[in-house]
């Protein structure tokens, strides 16, 4: 089978291209084709040659600033629609994510009537109550979910699915999207809201949140990764991130001892979400 991995690295996400690429290539349904849809405004030919850097497709991508870079990737699968339709399967995965484990046909929606691979959100893994959940609730939003809908909830950052059920997937949030911005609406959590609005009446294969594994869960290992990946002239403004590893120590352990150990962790993640300086 043909699987595509997309991912948008704009801006600082660049960084993380090679090491999402090298991971995916050892770890990620290795028995399969793999292509890599890499929307970006860097220039691929100055990452160097490294592993799966020849299955690498550069879409080029302009920055639209936070939250569009996100809030508009809909967009972006749309517009390729033709060049993503060729492959079986398409997964979409933010830039910092690190494949650490072997992920298999397992993730595939092989008889699931939507088509779709989502991921539980790990924030809300123990939490049932939908009441609780962050759906949107602007009842003026396309994505307006009620009070009492909806059973689980579901994280941006990993999901994929069947190539056409995902392509109809993006054209249908895209136009939604469009209304939304055009009567000055801004989804709470953006593209993640709208991903949930979708699945809401829907049978998605479901995977746990090792699959979307923060990494601040190493307070060692989130300060190793921000004095690394980032430049000299920005580590003043990650103190408050450098405290907060030492803080937060391992918030979500409890999901390696009910469920396994991750497959899939999300690199240079705080408790709030992404981070405002890789957004710059």
Not at 12 to 35: G, N, P, W
Not at 219 to 243: C, F, T
Request: charged residues 25%; contains cysteine; aromatic residues 12%.
């Amino acid at each position: 089978m043909k699987i595509g991995i997309i991912t948008i690295a704009t801006g600082k996400y660049s960084m993380y291209i090679q090491e999402l690429v090298e991971t995916a290539e050892d770890l990620f349904l290795c028995d399969h084709d793999r292509k890599y849809f890499v929307y970006t405004d860097c220039d691929i030919e100055q990452l160097g040659n490294f592993k799966g850097s020849e299955k690498i497709i550069k879409i080029h991508q302009d920055k639209l600033g936070w939250p569009y870079d996100s809030m508009m990737r809909f967009h972006m699968f749309d517009e390729k629609k033709e060049l993503l339709g060729e492959m079986d399967y398409l997964f979409f995965m933010n830039a910092n994510m690190k494949i650490v484990d072997i992920v298999d046909e397992s993730i595939l929606p092989k008889n699931n009537e939507c088509g779709i691979t989502s991921t539980i959100h790990p924030g809300y893994y123990r939490n049932k109550n939908p009441h609780n959940y962050p759906y949107e609730r602007n009842y003026e939003s396309e994505f307006y979910v009620g009070p009492d809908s909806g059973t689980l909830y579901y994280q941006g950052c990993f999901n994929g699915g069947r190539t056409a059920e995902f392509l109809y997937m993006s054209e249908l949030l895209k136009s939604k999207m469009d209304i939304d911005i055009n009567n000055g609406i801004t989804p709470i959590w953006h593209d993640e809201s709208a991903f949930n609005w979708y699945l809401i009446d829907k049978d998605p294969l479901v995977l746990p949140p090792t699959y979307a594994y923060p990494e601040n869960c190493d307070g060692n290992e989130v300060k190793k990764a921000l004095y690394e990946k980032n430049e000299g002239q920005d580590i003043s403004a990650l103190k408050a991130d450098i405290a907060e590893a030492n803080l937060i120590g391992h918030p979500f352990e409890y999901l390696l001892r009910e469920i396994s150990n991750p497959k899939i962790i999300q690199r240079n993640k705080n408790m709030q979400g992404g981070k405002i300086y890789l957004r710059k």
